[in-house]
């Protein structure tokens, strides 16, 4: 459920008619809803309250946009992040350091430096070697790190090869049949506290029976370690529940989600650690659009060329995906078009023969289900610049995100003396 509705024939975002921020903004312009984001975080908390011990961190990749992370912040949820720039924005954005997350292959010194100061919760190593590196830089500096050791279980995700994470070729975690042999070598090191294990086998997943199967492998190598004689107080399921992107797409719910994992971790005695992203603010936000031209010089399907494009919302260049594409003002008739970008290569298209509201020079649509991986995978690309981003609150937006003009980017570059 979101709050992007008609009302007296305009779309509006809770109680405000997207062609008001059109005005005001301009597009191409991300709009995100304020009580969708409030409803996506308390139904995943409240699916999981049959859980016994809980946390949940927001996987902050799929909008880092700082009014959304306090957003999350006032719901309770602390962060999943995977650079220093997302740990910096967890933490400006005030969540507490004990409830940051730091995930990803490829931490540098400097961001393990930062988030050993800073102090946060919990380190997901994806290696044996960057385990030793955590340990030295902490020892060395009088601290402990509190770490998951991140395990790859070979399992297939069902979901885009592009976003799958768990089966044995992809770069993410250790096997998980020398989970017991890293983790017990990586606990004798001073400067680290092994303290439980983690899995994320990829995004989008449209079925649970692929999770259940990665957990159930989990259980068993928890109950390995600690025949094994260690420790594990933690477990961090990571996220990866897909949402609808099509009309008629139906996904696991929450509830349906919790109901499992209570089966599978009733054994467990852990607390257990959830990254969710798109689940929670994928429908809480749209890329509202202008249509700049309508073309049909040929006898074909027309081209409806937006404002938007591939760099603005990369998602059906990258991976093919489908947003569904709504008019501000339908006004009952359709069009079968393709609806394509300014962008100078033909992989800038949204959509191809796409049955859509009919739709004509300067009217305004909107791109939904962009509120996650939207703005945040934005480029520059053909000297375009970056989108505004506006939040809504019932009849109250603000804008949270400048829109960068083309002029800024270029100010950042120089033309060395060399080339006088
Ligand atoms: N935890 C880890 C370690 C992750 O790598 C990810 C996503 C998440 C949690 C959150 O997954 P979610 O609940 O949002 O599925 N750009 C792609 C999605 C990439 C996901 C990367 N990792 C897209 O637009 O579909």
Redesign the pocket.
């Given at each position: 459920m979101d709050h992007f509705a008609y009302r007296n024939g305009v779309l509006h975002a809770e109680d405000l008619p997207l062609t008001a921020i059109a005005e005001a903004v301009g597009t191409p312009v991300y709009v995100y809803s304020r009580a969708t984001l409030e409803r996506h975080a308390q139904v995943f908390r409240d699916a999981l309250s049959i859980l016994p011990r809980v946390h949940i961190a927001f996987?902050i990749?799929?909008n880092p946009n700082l009014a959304v992370l306090r957003v999350m912040q006032r719901e309770g949820l602390g962060a999943?992040v995977?650079s220093g720039g997302e740990m910096a924005r967890a933490l400006a954005a005030g969540i507490p350091a004990e409830d940051i997350v730091f995930?990803g292959v490829g931490k540098q010194h400097h961001e393990m430096i930062a988030g050993l100061e800073a102090g946060i919760g919990q380190f997901?190593l994806e290696s044996e070697e960057e385990g030793i590196e955590l340990a030295e830089l902490a020892a060395g500096r009088g601290l402990t790190a509190r770490c998951a050791l991140r395990v790859n279980p070979d399992v297939d995700a069902r979901t885009?090869a592009k976003?799958s994470?768990g089966k044995a070729e992809n770069k993410f975690g250790v096997p998980i049949d020398r989970g017991v042999e890293i983790y017990s070598r990586l606990a004798a090191l001073p400067g680290l506290n092994m303290r439980g294990v983690a899995v994320?086998i990829g995004?989008?997943l449209s079925e649970l029976e692929p999770f259940e199967e990665a957990f159930g492998k989990v259980g068993a190598l928890i109950a390995e370690l600690r025949a094994a004689g260690q420790s594990v107080t933690h477990a961090d399921l990571?996220?990866?529940?897909?949402v609808p992107y099509r009309p008629g797409e139906v996904f696991p719910s929450p509830e349906e989600y919790a109901a499992m994992v209570a089966r599978v971790t009733a054994d467990w005695d852990v607390t257990l650690m959830f990254?969710?992203?798109?689940?929670i603010c994928g429908n809480a936000g749209v890329l509202l659009t202008r249509v700049v031209r309508v073309k049909r010089s040929s006898n074909q399907v027309p081209f409806v060329v937006v404002d938007a494009a591939m760099n603005d919302l990369a998602?059906p260049a990258?991976?093919g995906?489908w947003h569904d594409f709504d008019a501000v003002k339908p006004t009952g008739e359709k069009m079968t078009a393709h609806i394509v970008g300014p962008i100078c290569e033909t992989g800038d298209t949204f959509a191809m023969n796409r049955e859509i509201d009919a739709i004509g020079v300067g009217d305004l649509a909107v791109f939904r289900t962009a509120g996650?991986?939207g703005a945040t995978?934005a480029s520059s690309y053909n000297s375009r610049g970056f989108v505004a981003e506006v939040m809504v609150d019932g009849d109250k937006w603000a804008v949270v995100a400048d829109r960068i003009l083309p002029e800024a980017i270029t100010a950042a570059e120089r033309v060395p003396d060399f080339l006088d």
């Open positions: 996987a990749k799929a999943d995977v995930s997901n885009h976003i994470t994320h995004s989008q990571g996220g990866g529940l897909g990254e969710p992203g798109r689940v998602r990258m991976y995906a996650a991986y995978m």
